[in-house]
T-cell receptor, first 115, second 113 residues
Framework: NAGVTQTPKFQVLKTGQSMTLQCAQD?????MSWYRQDPGMGLRLIHYSVGAGITDQGEVPNGYNVSRSTTEDFPLRLLSAAPSQTSVYFC??????????????FGPGTRLTVT | AQSVTQLDSHVSVSEGTPVLLRCNYSSSYSPSLFWYVQHPNKGLQLLLK??????LVKGINGFEAEFKKSETSFHLTKPSAHMSDAAEYFCVVSDRGNYKLSFGAGTTVTVRA
C-alpha cells in the first residue's frame, strides 16, 4: 500500500492563478479531508468527504473547491490563488464507519507559496 | 463542539530528562483523542490514541498519555528525552462519531545535549 499520496510536493503560484492539489489513497477509505497548516495554528479543516459524491465544508473553506468522483481521489482546487493561501496542505483519510477511533492517515503534504 | 488547548507553545528539556506536554480538551460527546508528531519538513505521524478502553495509553518511542475525564486533560509524557524527540507535537480531538479532527496549536520540543 502506498497509503495517502499527494502531488505536487512544492508549488509556487502567482496571485490569481488557479491550480489543483492532488490526493489519492489506496486503502479504500470512505472519509477523506484536506487541512492547511499555518505557524502557531495547528491544522485547520478545509473540506471533507464521507464518500464518493459527498463533500462538505470544514472550518476554512473559502477560496477552495473539492469534488469526490471516486473513492480513491479527492482533489483540492484553488480557484484564484491569494497570498493568504500560502501554507502547507495535508490530505488525510480514514476508514470511517467500523473504525471507532477514527484514526486518520496523512499524506506527506504540499508546500504552496503564492506571490 | 470540540476543541483543544495545548498549554505550552514551546518546551525545552535536556537529553535524558522527562518530557511533559500538556493538553486540555473540550468535547460535547465522548471524545477520541490523539497525539501526532511532526519532525521538521515531514508529515504527521500518530504517536498514540485514546479509544475509551484504558485511560493510560502507551504509544511509540516510549511516549504515553493519560486520559483524565474529570480534568478534561490528555497530557503526553516520556520518562527520558532523546535528541530525536525534537519535533512539533499536536494534541487532537474528535467527538466520537465525528470524522472531523480539531488540532491544538502545537508544542515545539527542543532537546539540549
Amino acid at each position: 500500500n502506498a497509503g495517502v499520496t499527494q502531488t505536487p510536493k512544492f508549488q509556487v503560484l502567482k496571485t490569481g492563478q488557479s491550480m489543483t492539489l492532488q490526493c489519492a489513497q489506496d486503502m479504500n477509505h470512505e472519509y477523506m479531508s484536506w487541512y492547511r497548516q499555518d505557524p502557531g495554528m495547528g491544522l485547520r479543516l478545509i473540506h471533507y468527504s464521507v464518500g464518493a459524491g459527498i463533500t462538505d465544508q470544514g472550518e476554512v473553506p473559502n477560496g477552495y473547491n473539492v469534488s469526490r468522483s471516486t473513492t480513491e481521489d479527492f482533489p483540492l482546487r484553488l480557484l484564484s490563488a491569494a497570498p493568504s493561501q500560502t501554507s502547507v496542505y495535508f490530505c488525510a483519510s480514514t476508514r470511517g464507519s467500523g473504525s471507532p477511533t477514527y484514526e486518520q492517515y496523512f499524506g506527506p503534504g504540499t508546500r504552496l507559496t503564492v506571490t | 463542539a470540540q476543541s483543544v488547548t495545548q498549554l505550552d507553545s514551546h518546551v525545552s528539556v535536556s537529553e535524558g530528562t522527562p518530557v511533559l506536554l500538556r493538553c486540555n480538551y473540550s468535547s460535547s460527546y465522548s471524545p477520541s483523542l490523539f497525539w501526532y508528531v511532526q519532525h521538521p519538513n515531514k508529515g504527521l505521524q500518530l504517536l498514540l490514541k485514546y479509544t475509551s478502553a484504558a485511560t493510560l495509553v502507551k504509544g511509540i518511542n516510549g511516549f504515553e498519555a493519560e486520559f483524565k475525564k474529570s480534568e478534561t486533560s490528555f497530557h503526553l509524557t516520556k520518562p527520558s528525552a532523546h535528541m530525536s524527540d525534537a519535533a512539533e507535537y499536536f494534541c487532537v480531538v474528535s467527538d466520537r462519531g465525528n470524522y472531523k479532527l480539531s488540532f491544538g496549536a502545537g508544542t515545539t520540543v527542543t532537546v539540549r545535549a
